[in-house]
């Protein structure tokens, strides 16, 4: 857990509290360098618990701060509310250009796609329901639902754990690693018709050319 200074109290009148890339390229946010530092330390254990490692085997975090300033991402980080108070969870999400195969084999162009990129509570408070309360949080916020969203290499935790809050198990996998569940798919409207699908349609189409670009 990460202890929040005097400085950091200042920002977190509430439990949970939203930084995006450009508050935090200007002040207050910019002059706080706990702000900094808390994000960096958080995304680092988020990095431990998921086991990420770079090509020198040290931990690779995904949430950086100086990342996430030159990003457009948004950063939810929840502290509990006791005394000492200290931060236990970070969510992060952001817009990704994602090529996906859905369960017909029919390839989505998904444009700007709201994604799920790290997700991580302190080993301390795991199981608790934290996660659940940060992550509907989130929900709200983005004015979104769990199915609407891509998750970028899900753990076993995750999967779990959106199996069990929001119902959510089937997907497709694909060589980006990202997560689209098949729910996605189906809540969607019927795609309109493309000249592409016109050209697919006629008789002389490849017969074997069963993939459709949207
Ligand atoms: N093993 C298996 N499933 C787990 C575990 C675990 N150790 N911990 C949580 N879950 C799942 C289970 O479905 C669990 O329900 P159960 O206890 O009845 O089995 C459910 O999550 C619990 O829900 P919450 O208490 O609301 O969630 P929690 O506070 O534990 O937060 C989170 C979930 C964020 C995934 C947390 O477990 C965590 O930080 N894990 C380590 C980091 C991680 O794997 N993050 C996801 C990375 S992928 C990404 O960000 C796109």
Same mark, same amino acid.
């Given at each position: 857990m990460v202890d929040i200074s005097p400085q950091l109290a200042r920002l977190f009148r509430e439990d949970l509290i /939203?930084?995006? $890339? &450009?508050? +935090? @390229? @200007?002040?207050? #946010?910019? %002059?706080?360098q706990e702000v900094a530092t808390a994000i960096d330390e958080m995304g680092r254990r988020s990095g431990i618990a998921q086991g990420l490692k770079g090509p020198n085997g040290a931990v690779a975090p995904v949430t950086q701060s100086? =990342? +996430?300033? $030159?990003?457009?991402? @948004?950063?939810?980080? #929840?502290?509990? $509310?006791?005394?000492?108070r200290q931060l236990i969870g970070i969510l992060k999400v952001g817009r990704k250009n994602l090529f996906h195969y859905d369960a017909r084999g029919?390839?989505?162009q998904l444009q700007d796609q709201p994604s799920v990129l790290d997700f991580y509570v302190h080993e301390a408070f795991q199981r608790g329901g934290v $996660?659940? &309360? +940060?992550?509907?949080?989130?929900?709200?916020?983005?004015?979104?639902?769990?199915?609407? +969203?891509?998750?970028d290499r899900p753990s076993p935790k995750l999967i779990g754990f959106l199996r069990k809050h929001y119902h959510l198990a089937e997907f497709v996998p694909q060589q980006n690693n990202f997560v689209v569940f098949n729910r996605?798919?189906? =809540? @969607?409207a019927?795609?309109? %018709?493309?000249?592409?699908? &016109? /050209?697919?349609a006629r008789p002389l189409t490849a017969r074997n050319n069963r993939r459709r670009f949207q």
């Open positions: /939203v930084i995006d $890339g &450009s508050a +935090l @390229r @200007r002040p207050p #946010l910019n %002059q706080i100086f =990342k +996430l300033a $030159g990003s457009s991402e @948004r950063l939810y980080i #929840l502290a509990n $509310g006791d005394s000492p029919t390839m989505h $996660g659940l &309360s +940060l992550f509907q949080a989130m929900l709200e916020h983005e004015e979104t639902s769990a199915e609407a +969203l891509a998750y996605f798919f189906e =809540k @969607r019927a795609p309109k %018709q493309t000249a592409y699908d &016109s /050209v697919a």
